[in-house]
């Protein structure tokens, strides 16, 4: 995928990843970015087309795809973190997560990729999670809607290879944004992200592993499930 001189999109643009996202994009010479934001007035960035976008919205994302149909390149990266665990967080909170991270994406996805396949079939990129691989308590309902959004992910990949369509799923580990500010531990650049991500279309892969921490936890699902969970595994 032709990064240079092709239009994108990024959603979530305004912080964290998203921002990061859309300055390599404009830096790597994208004719255009469009920096989606729930409100386009807040947003600071230079050299990007503000675009007024809730991906929860079905109305919104459609009024978003008739106002940018010269995209090319889609990069699904808005994302919530409530702190909501499965059996005994807030409904509501499990909810949005899912609304945000899987039926939020599959908005994006269904009113872009007629876009796409216009524009000669493009890509996409999806912020995914080396928590789509691995639960904690504390974020459960977090890890549920990544991993739905990573079934997804494979799923439109399959769906949108006749129209051409370049699907990459990104994963990382804890990355130094708003949504980890709580959160200790090695955290990655979000930067140095984004650039595994741009890289990883460029070059054509369906997945990128943008960390050690991903890589490990991918590797561990093909053995024994005790060894990511071991404190809860009885004797």
């Not at 999109?9 to 010479?29: D, E, H, M, P, Y």
């Not at 929860?56 to 149909?69: E, I, L, M, N, Y």
């Not at 369509?165 to 990382?172: D, R």
Request: net charge negative; hydrophobic share 45%.
């Amino acid at each position: 995928m032709q990064i240079e001189g092709a239009v994108a999109l990024v959603t979530g643009a305004n912080r964290g990843l998203g921002r990061r996202f859309a300055q390599q994009l404009v830096a790597r010479g994208a004719a255009k970015v469009y920096a989606a934001v729930r409100d386009p007035s807040a947003l600071d960035l230079e050299g990007v087309e503000p675009l007024r976008l809730d991906i929860t919205d079905p109305g919104s994302v459609r009024a978003a795809a008739a106002q940018a149909g010269d995209v090319a390149i889609l990069v699904n990266n808005a994302g919530i973190a409530t702190g909501a665990n499965l059996v005994t967080g807030d409904p509501d909170a499990i909810r949005a997560e899912m609304d945000t991270h899987f039926f939020g994406t599959l908005h994006m996805v269904r009113a872009f990729a007629p876009v796409l396949a216009a524009n000669g079939g493009g890509a996409i990129l999806n912020v995914l999670s080396a928590l789509s691989w691995f639960s904690y308590d504390g974020g459960t309902a977090y890890c549920a809607a990544k991993s739905a959004e990573w079934s997804l992910t494979n799923g439109i990949r399959l769906e949108l290879a006749k129209q051409g369509t370049l699907v990459t799923a990104l994963h990382l580990g804890l990355t130094d944004t708003d949504m980890t500010k709580g959160m200790s531990g090695p955290k990655n650049d979000p930067a140095d992200v984004a650039r595994a991500g741009l890289d990883g279309i460029a070059a054509g892969l369906i997945e990128v592993l943008a960390d050690d921490a991903s890589r490990r936890v991918k590797a561990a699902l093909s053995g024994d499930p005790a060894a990511l969970y071991p404190g809860v595994v009885r004797g």
